[in-house]
C-alpha cells in the first residue's frame, strides 16, 4: 500500500513538473505583459535629434558660432562690401576646414524661437543692450514688413553635436533706400536665448562718444561670458576703419574668439562684431 501511494506520488510529480514545463512560460509572459500592456510606461533614450541639447559654455557658443562666420564669404556689413577692394578680399575668403554655416531649411524644432517670434526677440535684445547703455535709446525696433529673418545652424562638422542656432536679421533690400538713420542694419540672434551676439547700428554717437572698454563689458555681461582680455597682435589691415577696438575670449579646445568694437564714420555705424 505504501509502495503505492509512493508511486502515485512521484507520477503526480512528474505530471507538474511536464505540466509546468509546458504551460509554465506561457503563464509567465501573459503575467508580464499584464503590467505592460494598456499602460504607459516612460523610458529615456537618445533619440536622433539628442545632439541639438548638446552642452556648450557661453564662451564655446560664441567661438563656435565665431568659426562659422568666418568660414563663409559673405560681408557682414555694407561699408565692408564698398571699402574691400580685389587685394584685401583674401581677408573674406572661405578659409574651409571643420565648420560649417549653413541656412536650415526645416526652420525652427519647436525648441527655438519661430519666425513669428524673432521680431519681438529682437526689439527685447536691442531695448536690453539700450538699457546695457551699449545702444542709444535712439534706435529703432524692428518691423517684419522692414526686415528679413533667416534661421542658420552654426556646426562643427567633425562633432556634430557642437551647434548653434542663429537667426540673422538683416534690413530688408527693399529698405536700402529708405532713411537708414538709428536703424539695425545686420544681426546675429541666438535662435535659443533671443540674445544679440553680432549688430550692425547706424547711430547719432561719433567715435569719440564711444567707450569700447565699457560696450564689451556690458555686452560680457549681457552673454554671460567670461571675461575677455585685449587684442595685443592687431593687424591694421584687418578693418576698413581706424576706429575699433579688439579683445579676446577663451574659446574651445584652446581657441579663443576675437571680438571686435568699431565704428564706420561715414554712415555713423556702430558695430560689435564675433566674425572676421
Not at 1 to 25: E, F, R, Y
Not at 52 to 65: A, Q, W
Not at 70 to 77: C, D, F, H, V
Not at 120 to 147: H, M, Q, R
Amino acid at each position: 500500500m505504501k509502495k503505492t501511494v509512493k508511486n502515485a506520488c512521484v507520477l503526480a510529480g512528474t505530471l507538474a513538473v511536464i505540466a509546468l514545463s509546458i504551460w509554465g512560460p506561457e503563464a509567465l509572459a501573459r503575467y508580464r505583459d499584464a503590467g505592460v500592456l494598456n499602460e504607459i510606461h516612460a523610458q529615456t533614450v537618445e533619440g536622433e535629434q539628442e545632439g541639438y541639447r548638446y552642452s556648450l559654455s557661453r564662451n564655446e557658443k560664441l567661438y563656435l558660432l565665431s568659426q562659422c562666420l568666418n568660414s563663409q564669404t559673405l560681408p557682414r556689413s555694407e561699408q565692408n562690401s564698398l571699402l574691400f577692394d580685389e587685394a584685401e578680399e583674401g581677408v573674406l575668403q572661405n578659409v574651409g576646414g571643420s565648420y560649417a554655416f549653413v541656412i536650415n531649411h526645416q526652420g525652427p524644432s519647436g525648441k527655438e524661437i519661430t519666425e513669428e517670434k524673432i521680431y519681438e526677440a529682437c526689439n527685447e535684445g536691442l531695448a536690453a543692450l539700450k538699457e546695457a547703455g551699449i545702444l542709444p535709446d535712439s534706435v529703432k525696433e524692428v518691423k517684419a514688413a522692414d526686415y528679413e529673418a533667416e534661421l542658420y545652424s552654426a556646426i562643427d562638422v567633425l562633432e556634430p553635436r557642437n551647434n548653434v542656432s542663429v537667426w540673422q536679421m538683416s534690413l530688408s533690400e527693399s529698405r536700402q533706400n529708405a532713411d537708414k538713420s538709428n536703424r539695425l542694419m545686420d544681426a546675429y540672434i541666438d535662435a535659443d536665448s533671443g540674445k544679440l551676439y553680432e549688430f550692425y547700428v547706424r547711430t547719432p554717437l561719433s567715435w569719440d562718444q564711444i567707450d569700447p572698454d565699457a560696450i564689451i563689458e556690458s555686452w560680457q555681461n549681457y552673454l554671460g561670458l567670461e571675461a575677455p582680455q585685449e587684442y595685443a597682435n592687431d593687424n591694421p589691415l584687418s578693418e576698413t576703419t581706424p576706429y575699433y577696438k579688439k579683445y579676446v575670449f577663451d574659446g574651445m579646445d584652446d581657441g579663443y574668439t576675437v571680438v571686435t568694437v568699431g565704428f564706420y564714420e561715414g554712415i555713423s555705424e556702430l558695430f560689435l562684431k564675433i566674425s572676421k
